[in-house]
């Protein structure tokens, strides 16, 4: 697997005159980020893709049951992921934590906001 390498403002980066390319592990989780920071209806020709975020976690009474549940759906559809381990997620005021345990055909790395 190869992608864009992003850092950590989500933004692409150039070195000498080169655009960064992540492979293996380190694409597989750049692309799991990615999934996870994708709002509901956000991608215009894949609209049912994304996490309802206002709906279940941003709506005063957050979801986080529902949270996991779409988590772990989308993170399963990503290339390279096997399988989801732990994954905990909190709100406090309007901010989302989460953690989640990843096992991709490339090995095993935690995703964290």
Request: charged share 15%.
């Amino acid at each position: 697997m190869k992608t864009i390498t992003i850092d950590s403002n989500n933004d692409m980066f150039v070195v000498a005159k080169n655009l960064q390319i992540s492979t293996g592990l380190q694409a597989c989780m750049e692309v799991c980020k990615q999934t996870m920071l994708t709002v509901f209806g956000e991608l215009m020709f894949h609209a049912e893709s994304g996490t309802p975020y206002f709906d279940i976690v941003f709506n005063g009474r957050p979801n986080l049951v529902a949270f996991r549940s779409i988590t772990e759906k989308a993170l399963l559809e990503v290339d390279g992921v096997t399988g989801i381990g732990n994954l905990v997620a909190s709100v406090s005021g309007d901010q989302l934590s989460y953690s989640v345990e990843i096992s991709t055909i490339y090995g095993t790395a935690t995703l964290a906001s």
